[in-house]
């Protein structure tokens, strides 16, 4: 692969990653939703339209598009978050599905089927590292937080968390409005760097493959949905060589072997710090110190 | 009147085979408590290998359909054991299976792809059933009969098997609880093989009388299936399913009506469009789950 | 079912009523779990619920908590009717509880564990936990500081920073109970407290019960030691199949012939007494 072809496609693992943070932003709630990949569509026309046609200001347009984006997650939030999980995941689906309908009628605002030409200012690395930066930044002091750990409580066992009086609605509400300003914003920077966008730019593929890269990075820690996504991102290309026309036959394999084998991702805070304790036990016991009666009961309900 | 009694039987003819994708669709999401969207690779793949033996290999078109109903559902069946078995042995969350599904679509899409390349071609004429039969002035292609009356067979046996017979209590059981099942001697494994088997050799069923009504074969006639077949269960209901093999001729009555009447442009967006409000004004489905299992 | 013998001769506090059962019924399919269960627990009492395995007493306990909706009858909380609340509104009327089948979060530390439980305590918001503001520091500190302090009173000796699910049983319920602890509760519900716990941790369980009502704390808890129940617990309530059998003090209870046949079933006295004293020897270490 040429360095040019190399640094296209890093970008493209930046954008993915920014999708990605946002799929992960609602699942760390427990909730499975490709509802982002709409956003991103939302967003993106938006942008098209307002920093292209209307001529507002590409930086003002941003932020429109991500407080759209934002919006979008709250109004989804409020309609859809009693659902069970499974009619929950379809439902988002379907609004992507439907979301490729509104970009194909509304040909004024869109293009439709042609689809429409993007201002490219912000595809540029500058750009791209400030976002990226910015949403792992927010993520981070997030995942310490009063929000992050009733996040974590809410995911792993719901119903114990809400005796610990927290309401999960409530944190998935707020896990899809961030969720909604992340996918808005990633869907901005993908129209910025691609300049043209059309029905099929957000669509089933985009979110699959993006949830795929949250897997394999894992869904347990910010930086998991990042590491997914560049290496989902870069092991195509990289593939493409050797396996021609057969490189997503990887991708797709590898998928089921992680879910199989290494449910957690490839950032797997839990076994680091599995690893910790036995090696801390194992000190204690060197020491020949009494020890607790131990009888190594581990639920080890992964939930993914 | 006339033109929309033709419509009619057009859209219940198309129903059909959304209706029969959304059966098999269901029967996997009510039984195994899987969301699986390669289900629709299972179609794409029954459709491909018709084509394939009709055209290379010369046979003739029912028994390729019959081939390519086999091929589905040993694909359905080599998908579950791959995939969701070690899942369900480890006890793995709800999402780990939609997971597993995706990378399945992901590697039989591709395939398929790289396999029939990027033009549509058709059955070739000579080889399939063409004279339509002519009805009170109606007209009706012989693959809109033969989708119809696949439907009722498929369905009415479903029901029937679920319902009447010992193999039905068997799979009753597994879905509530597959270890419980097996100490009361039900063979848990070998039952969920067959309702892989059956629900993935419907989906063929579907993409090869798909393919067959479109007169086009393609690698992605399995993602327009998946698409409506969803929407058939979500709104239907997957506890039964007749509701949604019901919802799934509504839903091919409604696109082409729509298309006709209204806008073709917003054929699908009406469809979607009536899955989201079921959904959030109606999560259970139109009809409830009158359910064998408490998912 | 008539309730077969109530007596209030109890030697605990008899305020207000804290938690307020009356005529609670709850049925799954064609069983009834629950039938008919009136149970009053004063403020700052200990009250035991006993019986034998499907008595219904998880069931009563998870219909206070909210778990699960009761067919008919009310359940008050310091005279407020959560019967119909879901779980997170009980939970912020001050009731905490634990579970017979241990449920820690998977993947948290010990010290993570409590702090979650703290979520209702804390003034923190997402904008001051993304600006990193001086309160939110502050608030950060106190809550681990407060929850290191709930860890050692409950007496979990670990490092904090062990993921929770690799303790030993007995601390993985100590956790839990710290846990509902962070909550600041006014009533804890504990579900068997002390199952596979040692004679000695059963004991240092009892105390740390004493001293929580001490604090102001109502507690209703399941267990199955005879000896602790008669050791701590100023009134029971036995139950079998889904109705009470007796309430009133402990030895009162344990001495009435329907609970002893509810337990023991009918035998020879002999053998009766012989695995009565067993029980309330309780089970040892197990």
Not at chain 2, 161 to 176: D, K, P, Q
Not at chain 3, 108 to 119: C, I, P, R, S
């Amino acid at each position: 692969m040429s360095t040019t072809a190399l640094l296209t496609t890093l970008q493209f693992a930046g954008v993915n990653a920014l999708f990605a943070l946002a799929i992960y932003a609602s699942l760390r709630t427990g909730v499975l939703s490709l509802a982002p990949v709409f956003f991103g569509a939302v967003s993106a026309f938006t942008f098209g339209y307002t920093a292209g046609t209307v001529g507002l200001s590409v930086p003002l347009a941003l932020v429109v598009g991500v407080g759209l984006g934002a919006a979008m997650g709250a109004v989804t939030a409020v309609l859809i978050i009693r659902l069970d999980s499974h009619y929950l995941a379809m439902a988002t689906i379907a609004m992507v599905l439907i979301g490729r309908v509104l970009i194909i009628n509304l040909v004024e605002y869109t293009g439709g089927p042609t689809g429409t030409l993007v201002p490219g200012d912000l595809g540029t690395w500058a750009w791209l590292i400030g976002s990226l930066v910015v949403a792992c930044y927010v993520m981070s002091r997030l995942a310490g937080s009063r929000y992050g750990l009733a996040a974590d409580a809410v995911r792993e066992d719901p119903a114990v968390a809400q005796t610990l009086a927290i309401s999960p609605r409530r944190i998935q509400f707020v896990g899809f409005v961030i969720s909604g300003a992340l996918g808005g914003a990633a869907g901005i920077f993908q129209a910025s760097f691609l300049q043209y966008i059309g029905p099929d730019t957000f669509y089933t593929h985009l979110g699959f493959v993006t949830l795929a890269a949250v897997v394999l990075g894992g869904a347990f820690h910010w930086a998991g949905p990042v590491v997914g996504a560049i290496a989902f991102t870069l092991l195509p290309e990289l593939l493409r060589e050797p396996m021609g026309e057969y490189d997503r036959v990887v991708t797709g394999v590898l998928l089921v072997i992680i879910i199989i084998y290494m449910p957690r991702g490839l950032v797997d805070v839990r076994r680091l710090r599995l690893l910790r304790s036995r090696g801390r036990r194992r000190a204690v016991d060197d020491d020949a110190t009494p020890t607790p009666t131990d009888r190594d009961t581990t639920p080890a309900q992964v939930t993914t | 009147m006339q033109l929309l009694a033709q419509q009619l039987v057009n859209g219940i003819a198309l129903g059909s085979i959304y209706a029969l994708f959304a059966v098999g669709f269901a029967l996997i999401l009510a039984k195994m408590g899987i969301l699986n969207v390669a289900h629709g690779t299972f179609a794409t793949w029954g459709a491909l290998a018709s084509y394939y033996l009709v055209t290379e290999r010369g046979l003739s078109f029912w028994v390729a359909l019959a081939l390519g109903v086999l091929l589905a559902g040993a694909l359905g069946v080599a998908a579950d054991q791959l995939a969701f078995e070690p899942l369900r042995r480890r006890g793995a969350g709800v999402f780990a299976p939609i997971i597993a599904s995706i990378g399945i679509w992901i590697v039989l899409l591709t395939l398929a792809e790289a396999h029939a390349g990027p033009t549509a071609v058709s059955y070739p004429a000579e080889s399939v059933p063409a004279e339509p039969f002519r009805f009170l002035g109606l007209i009706m292609l012989p693959a809109q009969v033969i989708s119809v009356l696949a439907l009722v067979v498929v369905v009415t046996g479903v029901h029937l098997l679920l319902t009447r017979t010992r193999f039905g209590s068997a799979i009753r059981a597994v879905a509530v609880d597959p270890r419980s099942a097996t100490i009361v001697g039900v063979n848990a494994r070998r039952t969920l093989i067959a309702v892989a088997f059956l629900a993935a050799a419907i989906a063929g069923l579907a993409g090869i009388l798909g393919a067959l009504s479109d007169n086009n074969v393609s690698a992605t006639i399995g993602e327009g299936l998946l698409l409506k077949g969803f929407a058939a269960v979500v709104v239907g209901g997957y506890g039964d399913i007749r509701g949604a093999a019901l919802v799934g001729v509504v839903i091919g009555v409604l696109e082409v009506m729509s298309s006709q009447y209204i806008s073709s442009g917003f054929r699908d967006a009406i469809t979607f469009g009536v899955l989201l409000v079921v959904l959030v004004a109606r999560p259970q489905g139109v009809f409830g789950e009158r359910q064998l299992v408490r998912a | 079912m008539t309730v077969l013998g109530e007596r209030d001769d109890v030697t605990g506090p008899s305020g207000p009523a804290a938690v307020d059962i009356t005529h609670l019924t709850k049925a799954f399919g064609g069983l009834t779990a629950v039938d008919d269960v009136t149970i009053s627990v004063p403020e700052r009492r200990i009250h035991g619920i006993l019986g034998p395995n499907g008595a219904g007493k998880t069931t009563v306990l998870n219909m206070i908590s909210g778990f699960i909706t009761a067919d008919s009858g009310t359940i008050e909380v310091f005279g407020h009717d959560v019967a119909r609340m879901p779980p997170f509104k009980i939970a912020r009327r001050g009731v905490a509880r634990t579970y017979q089948n241990i449920r820690l979060f998977p993947g948290m530390t010990v010290l993570e564990t409590v702090v979650a439980g703290a979520y209702l305590q804390r003034r923190s918001t997402i904008l001051s936990a993304l600006l990193l503001s001086p309160a939110e520091r502050r608030e950060r500190r106190e809550v681990r500081e407060q929850a290191a302090e709930l860890l050692d009173r409950v007496g979990v000796r670990a490092d904090h920073g062990t993921l929770a699910e690799t303790l030993s049983y007995g601390d993985q319920r100590r956790v839990e109970i710290a846990r509902a602890l962070a909550t600041n509760p006014r009533v804890l519900l504990l579900d068997e407290p002390t199952a596979g716990m040692n004679d000695a941790e059963s004991e240092a369980v009892g105390r740390l019960l004493v001293e929580l009502q001490a604090s102001g704390l109502t507690l209703i808890l399941i267990e199955h030691n005879m000896r602790l129940v008669e050791q701590f617990c100023e009134s029971v309530t036995v139950m079998s199949s889904g109705a009470v059998l007796a309430q009133g003090a402990p030895t009162w209870c344990l001495e009435q012939d329907d609970v002893k046949e509810a337990y023991f079933g009918k035998r020879s006295d002999a053998a009766r007494i012989a695995t009565l004293r067993r029980a309330r020897r309780g089970p040892s270490g197990s």
